[in-house]
């Protein structure tokens, strides 16, 4: 499968972009979506030929998974790691030749791989076949096994290089006993293979992961979109976000029991990330208003402990939110996250790129806007 060869951005749009730097952090958010996670391969590889290399990476499910091909690369290899994983994660030839033939399609070759599983990703679980109330363990609970994916991420993701590199990397996991998300952040501690597989363990088709005492699921089972560890992250940054979402919170009125269900999943895993952006755009002007009160305040008053303790809630930083949003390609249905096909990974890998390209010629973070407003979004659908 050739996916080295998406349009490449112009010399001068390259060095206009480098010599522009970005105002503050660089952090990129990854939704989780399955085979809909080759747009954030395009998304990434625009931002790593223009000279901008994430400080923070987070993820979710296919987003942890490539936000730890990121982190856990250095600078020069990350990109053909991931273009490897998206590469091996592909259709067989046989299956591919299925999906482009008159007498298959993409619907019979989406449920060969329900039957089979996808190369190097996951493989059916032979004991699911005992019936959905044998007992097999809550670490072994599901319809696939995910020992592909085990090695072939052992096998291109260094964590030690990942736990001691220059790009910190956040991935959330849904605790299954208290229903509790938990974000874990090779900041704090060490990361390792399980924590990934966490973030990617959706049931009932891959069966939890245990860290410690505790059981984990895929985090999109609670927030698909983990946007919010950037804002209550401590202490608060100026930073540019690059929030990369794969599921469209916007889509027409279905008439078909088949929409009803793309519909239904585009809701659910879109994740009410908007609702969450306008929440805390809100608290984010708070902050700012509280701040700017403080410094209006006597110096001798400034000074006390308690006014110290209630201007500690105010910040004056500034995040610029860039919201990038997969595009519904023409045939995609509610299979659309298990099409592994050489043939939509391009082209989602190259939405991505041209997404971002436009993004970053654009550079809507330099535009005016209030001061007060600490939280700024650019929707990539209007640069």
Known sequence: MNLSNPPKTSDAVASHVRTHPLPGQVVLVLQGGGALGAYQMGVFRALHESGIEPDWVIGTSIGAINASLIAGNKHE?????????????????????????????????????????????????PMALLGPYAPLGPEKAGYYSVAPLRELLSELVDFDHLNTGPTRLTVGAANVQTA????????????????????????????????????????????????????????????????????????????????????????????????????????????????????????????????????AQGCLTHMHLVRLLAPNLGGQDNMKDIDFSAAGIRRRSAAGYEDTVRVLTRKPWEDPFDPLEGFILHDSVLA
């Not at 299956?95 to 990703?121: C, Q, Y």
């Open 77 to 125: 290899d990350r990109l053909d790691r991931m273009e490897e994983f998206w590469s091996r994660v592909g259709h067989t030839p046989a299956k591919d030749l299925l999906a482009a033939s008159p007498f298959g399609g993409m619907a019979v070759a989406n449920l060969m791989t329900l039957a089979t599983g996808v190369e190097s990703f996951f493989a059916p679980n």
């Open 180 to 311: 509790q998300m938990r974000y874990f952040d090779s900041r704090d501690e060490d990361l390792d293979l399980r924590h990934v597989l966490a973030s990617g363990a959706l049931p009932p088709a891959f069966p939890a992961v245990r860290i410690g005492e505790e059981l984990y699921w895929d985090g999109g089972v609670l927030s698909n979109t983990p946007v919010e560890a950037v804002f209550d992250d401590s202490p608060r940054k100026n930073s540019v976000i690059f929030m990369v979402n794969l599921w469209s919170p916007d889509g027409a009125e279905p008439d078909t029991l088949w929409q009803v269900m793309t519909r239904q999943k585009d809701i659910q895993y879109s994740s009410r990330a908007m609702n969450q952006i306008e929440r805390q755009r809100q608290l984010h002007y708070l902050r700012h208003i509280i701040k700017e009160l403080a410094m209006k305040l006597p110096e001798d008053e400034r000074g006390k402990d308690a006014v110290k303790e209630l201007e």
